[in-house]
């Protein structure tokens, strides 16, 4: 990569200013799932361990009335990031003023500090104005203002153009450089779109037709196999004029599925039968149906048949992207479709697997085989813009070497 890394600023001694994507589930002021802090502390440690003052911002939810502010306050996060680095975390619970900076001048070399949900800069005065969302100007000087470099771990995050991360690189010209995860997630993404061991296969499912069928046109120029399942892929059913009953079907995008069929010939696979229920709910009354799913029937997993076909497709292939579960697998009776790929992945010991998305990388964790996996992003949405062959503005604008 040509662009800075960590390893190449002075640290010693330096405020260091961190981006980093802790926007973690909160349940009950506790942290839920924290794959997303555990991700960061390789960089967090090294900025430490060569006497840098490490000072994090992050983002927390969306924040868009004052009343949001309590529930998304980042204090749990400190509090889990504590553990997890095994030594106190100063948690300053604003975002910016005397507090702040005072804070920031106590530091000593190799202390943390972790600053206030930085879209509380979202809501000023109750009125909505997205100073860290929008990228205010002077909102990224300030926050500048207070260290001497810029690291930024927040892959997450990177499709986004906030004052936090793109805000702050752009004040501190050639002294803003990349983390180890975002340099990590760069690398296995990047080796996957852009230079892939053959065969490439992508995997699509989850419930997001609309934001993710720019992906599948996208990837048509580069995978060899698309596997699309789960809810996903429906509303290619009703495109090719197969029943679809109550399944899920975004009928605005069935033209688009069209293109796309008659764009992909053989390259798109679509399940050849479906767990199909009498209701959306675990406890539905189910059957296995091929081909046309009648009314009062809606498809909530994909079916042994198809989940063969899927292995056969991926048993030869050298790299597999996959984003979006095949079923809805919070409910036990539909997550089998999902359980069977994430398994057979693990089996793929010469393949370069990388699972992204917050239900897909959840789905993994639950069903126990993330393990197995090459590589889970910590980025759903910018894992996809990735893949989209798009740039994302917290990449764009780190430094160059
Ligand atoms: N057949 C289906 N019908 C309805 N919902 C489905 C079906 N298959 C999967 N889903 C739902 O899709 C959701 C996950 O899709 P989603 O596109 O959000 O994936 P993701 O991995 O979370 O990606 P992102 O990070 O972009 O949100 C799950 O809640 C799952 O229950
Ligand atoms: O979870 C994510 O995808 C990132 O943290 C970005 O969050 P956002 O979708 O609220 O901008
Ligand atoms: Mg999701």
Do not use: C
């Not at 934001?211 to 009703?238: E, H, P, Q, R």
Request: overall charge negative; hydrophobic content about 40%.
């Amino acid at each position: 990569m040509a662009k800075l890394t960590v390893e190449d600023l002075p640290l010693e001694g330096q405020k260091v200013l961190m981006r980093v994507d802790f926007n973690v589930p909160i349940k009950d002021g506790v942290v839920g799932d924290d794959n997303r802090i555990v991700a960061a502390l390789p960089t967090i440690k090294y900025v430490i361990d060569h006497g840098g003052r490490a000072i994090l911002f992050s983002h927390l939810g969306r924040v868009k009335k004052e009343e949001d502010k309590p529930g998304l306050s980042m204090r749990p996060v400190a509090e889990r990031l504590s553990n997890l680095l095994n030594k106190p975390v100063t948690f300053v619970p604003v975002t910016e003023g005397k507090q702040l900076e005072d804070a920031i001048d106590n530091m000593k070399n190799g202390d943390v500090l972790l600053v206030q949900n930085t879209r509380y800069e979202d809501v000023k005065d109750g009125e909505y104005v997205k100073r860290e969302s929008g990228n205010d100007p002077e909102l990224g000087k300030y926050w500048a203002s207070l260290g001497d470099v810029f690291v930024n771990d927040a892959f997450g995050t990177a499709h986004r153009k906030h004052a936090s991360n793109v805000g702050i690189a752009t004040n501190k010209p050639g002294k803003a450089a990349a983390g180890y995860l975002m340099e990590k997630e760069i690398k296995f993404l990047g080796d996957a779109v852009d230079n892939p061991e053959r065969p490439f296969v992508a995997i699509l499912g989850g419930a997001k037709v609309s934001d993710k069928i720019g992906v599948i046109d996208n990837l048509l120029d580069k995978a060899d196999k698309i596997i699309i399942g789960g809810g996903m892929a429906y509303t290619f059913y009703a495109a090719k004029g197969i029943k679809v009953g109550n399944s899920l079907v975004e009928k605005d995008k069935i033209d688009v599925a069209k293109q796309i069929l008659d764009k992909a010939g053989d390259k798109l696979v679509l399940p050849i039968d479906n767990v199909v229920a009498d209701k959306f709910n675990n406890d539905a009354d189910t059957k296995v149906v091929e081909g046309d799913i009648d009314d009062g029937w809606m498809a909530l997993d994909i079916g042994p048949k198809s989940v063969e076909e899927f292995e056969n497709v991926l048993k030869d292939a050298k790299t597999v992207v996959w984003n979006g579960p095949m079923g809805v697998f919070e409910m036990p009776n539909f997550a089998k479709g999902t359980l069977e790929i994430g398994k057979f992945l693990g089996t793929l010991t010469d393949a370069t697997t990388i699972v992204g998305g917050g239900d897909s990388t959840a789905a993994v964790k639950e069903l126990g085989v993330a393990d197995k996996l090459t590589h889970i992003s910590t980025g759903g949405g910018a894992s996809l813009t990735y893949l989209e062959g798009k740039t994302l503005p917290g990449i764009a604008a780190i430094s160059e070497k």
